[in-house]
Nanobody, 130 residues
């Protein structure tokens, strides 16, 4: 049974940092792409970052480039999202999704497409406020 569990969300002041985790079970991270998405109240879910060791994928949305870093630890089957210099506009529920059909020649931009993701976690709340 495939399962994704996010953790690490919290209330943090502007300029602060958080590290989110996405623990995967039931499949091997190295055979998939993992995407981090977020959804703020009243807004559509948007991609934040993606990673896959199958083809060296590492993608960031412009809004987080230079502040967020995605990484994966295959020994723990876990993907991390290190978030620095947090802003109030980063407030959202953060989800990780798994694209099990990601291949070595998949175009990297495709990681932004929600419909590619087979599995989703339950989400973790990040609130940036003073």
């Amino acid at each position: 049974q495939v399962k994704l569990v996010e953790s690490g969300g919290d209330l943090v002041q502007p300029g602060g940092s958080l590290r989110l985790s996405c623990a995967a079970s039931g499949f091997t991270l190295g055979n998939a792409a993992i995407g981090w998405f977020r959804q703020a109240p009243g807004k559509e879910r948007e991609v934040v970052s993606c990673i896959s060791s199958r083809n060296g994928l590492e993608y960031y949305a412009d809004s987080v480039k230079g502040r967020f870093t995605v990484s994966e630890d295959n020994t723990k089957n876990t993907v991390y999202l290190q978030m620095n210099s947090l802003k109030p506009e980063d407030t959202a529920v953060y989800y990780c999704g798994a694209d099990s059909s990601w291949g070595p020649i998949t175009i990297q931009a495709m990681c932004r497409a929600e419909w590619r993701y087979d599995y989703w976690g339950q989400g973790t709340q990040v609130t940036v406020s003073s």
